[in-house]
């Protein structure tokens, strides 16, 4: 059915929402969840396969430990009791990229529950709404397999429907996943959209902070369901939900609520009932499509996997697993941006630019903060801007951009000399020091050559002199700038400045 959308502010004077999200978060495992295949992204398809994940007769499955490992550091993270006995489950339904036709999943009995994680969201943009801190509970997180892919080719949706035929890539399936499932997520009101944006951002930093999966949203390591419904009040029972699938941006997670918002508050406002059903995002459009009908548990047909034995995680390891745990990178950030002393909004930027991690690993090798943040969020930032990559993947290190900055503390180099030093090093010449050395770029510090330069400029430019003499000592960037020329940069502007300054008295 086709409503016209009701504006979000309206429908959210109109109606409560309540939201609920259920992360899908693929580990960086060198092998499957139940084999040894292996999970090289990107690879050609149906080449990571073995006999367990195509679903084979007579194939056995064996619990990846790592996998284990994973969850559990996962499931205290997120501040979840760890269950003393779990198993796995069969979740029954037939999917073409599902060649067993069945899940092996976790259904009652998951690794990790009763958790939460508290979530900083940030004031809105035009500084209307207040940032808070909102704590989501976490209902369980549990461990699973991941499914095949489906490539439908022909038509103009990408879809099923009016496609020409359909192609199975099953490298896919078998990856550990690890779904994160939270409580109804009640009392966010208009700010729902960015509860859910900021919980999947906190949640992606923990997971990359833990090093369990390398979290990059772009190639679905990590992945959204977004429920939404609606209800009168705050008070009334909850509404019928819908299911958003597979939402892989933190952009789009908050395009997806507001569309659901929207989407929910017309059909309720035109007495019909929302379908509870699975959705489809589309990020062109910004609009959400109907999938299926949502299947309830028992549609599944959950029973225990008879050829995996239960797991019963020793109580020592777990605690030996918890000492693991780094930092919070909420709290972590905070730490940092009060000893660095920047500004909320330079810090901000940091963060933004995904430039933290590698800006205390400069600190650490001996750069001041500032000095680490000018490189790494400017001329840095503005080169993997053009190159297309992460800040991580330049070729410069942030052991050179200390080395970089200590040149230029001791007066070795200049601004502009220090930036050829680096465009040397991206270029592949060497570490700062060789490029330095080979390119000649250390400032001269002889007097004699400098004073040289200098009585040369002054007598080339008397009408200069004469307004310096006349109180005007502004006019000396002139000659200090051409006294920069004949050095050809390799000086310091200030004891340029010194010399010229004591020559015409």
Same mark, same amino acid.
């Given at each position: ?10 429908? #959210? !004077? ?5 939201? @609920? ?20 992204? @990107? ?30 550091? #996962? ?17 029954? &339904? ?21 958790? &939460?994680?508290?979530?900083?969201? =940030? ?6 709404? =207040?940032?808070?801190? &909102?704590?989501?509970? #976490? ?8 499914? @095949?892919?489906?490539?439908?080719? /022909? /038509? ?17 399936? !078998? ?17 729902? =959209? ?44 909850? @509404? ?53 009908? +949502? ?22 390891? *777990? ?52 000095? %680490? ?22 070729? *410069?290190? =942030? ?12 007066? +070795? ?18 570490? *700062?020091?060789?490029? *330095? ?30 307004? #310096? ?5 502004? %006019?000396? /960037?002139?000659?200090? /700038?051409?006294?920069? +020329? ?20």
């Amino acid at each position: 059915m086709s409503v016209e959308l009701v504006d979000y502010d309206e429908a #959210i !004077g109109e109606f409560d929402p309540v939201l @609920g999200l259920e992360v899908h978060v693929e580990l960086n495992t060198a092998t499957k969840m139940f084999s040894g295949a292996p999970t090289a992204f @990107g690879a050609e398809p149906n080449t990571q396969v073995d006999p367990t994940s195509l679903g084979l007769p007579g194939a056995m499955p064996v619990l990846n430990a790592k996998a284990l490992e994973s969850a559990i550091r #996962i499931g205290l993270a997120l501040n979840c009791s760890i269950a003393e006995r779990c198993r796995f489950a069969r979740k029954n &339904y037939f999917y073409p990229d599902m060649p067993k036709n069945f899940q092996t999943s976790q259904f009652d009995e998951p690794i990790a529950f009763d958790g &939460y994680l508290d979530v900083d969201v =940030p004031a809105s943009e035009d500084g209307t709404k =207040p940032a808070f801190t &909102y704590r989501v509970l #976490i209902e369980r997180a549990h461990m699973e397999e991941d499914t @095949g892919k489906s490539l439908h080719v /022909g /038509g103009s949706t990408g879809r099923i429907h009016g496609a020409d035929y359909s192609l199975v890539d099953y490298n896919r399936a !078998g990856i550990p996943l690890i779904e994160i499932v939270t409580r109804p997520l009640e009392g966010a009101g208009d700010r729902v =959209p960015d509860v859910a944006r900021a919980y999947v951002a906190v949640l992606r930093d923990l997971l990359r902070a833990l090093d369990v999966s390398d979290a990059k949203m772009e190639q679905g390591s990590v992945r959204a369901d977004v429920n939404l419904s609606l209800r009168p009040t705050p008070t009334s029972p909850l @509404g019928t939900r819908s299911e958003t699938k597979n939402v892989n941006s933190l952009r789009s997670i908050e395009r997806a609520v507001r569309y659901e918002v929207s989407r929910h508050a017309a059909v309720l406002r035109s007495g019909a009932k929302v379908v509870q059903e699975t959705r489809h995002w589309h990020e062109d459009t910004g609009v959400t499509t109907s999938g299926r009908e +949502k299947s309830d548990a028992e549609d599944y047909r959950y029973f225990p996997e008879p050829d995996l034995v239960p797991i019963v995680p020793d109580r020592a390891w *777990v605690e030996e697993l918890r000492a693991t745990l780094p930092e919070p990178p909420a709290e972590r950030r905070k730490r940092l941006h009060a000893e660095w002393g920047f500004s909320d909004l330079e810090f901000r930027d940091l963060v933004n630019a995904g430039a933290v991690d590698i800006v205390e690993a400069t600190v650490a090798a001996g750069a001041s903060p500032a000095a %680490a943040r000018k490189w790494w969020s400017g001329e840095l930032a503005r080169r993997a801007n053009v190159d297309g990559v992460a800040l991580a993947d330049l070729t *410069v290190t =942030p052991a050179d951009v200390a080395e970089l900055a200590k040149l230029l503390e001791d007066g +070795k180099l200049t601004d502009g000399l220090a930036r050829q030093a680096l465009e040397g090093v991206l270029a592949g010449e060497g570490s *700062v020091a060789e490029v *330095v050395e080979r390119r000649g770029l250390i400032v001269v510090q002889d007097d004699g050559a400098l004073n040289a330069a200098v009585d040369k400029v002054v007598a080339a430019n008397p009408d200069v002199v004469e307004k #310096i003499r006349g109180g005007k000592a502004q %006019a000396a /960037g002139a000659l200090i /700038g051409q006294v920069m +020329k004949e050095m050809k940069g390799k000086a310091d502007a200030a004891r340029i400045r010194e010399l010229v300054l004591e020559r015409v008295g």
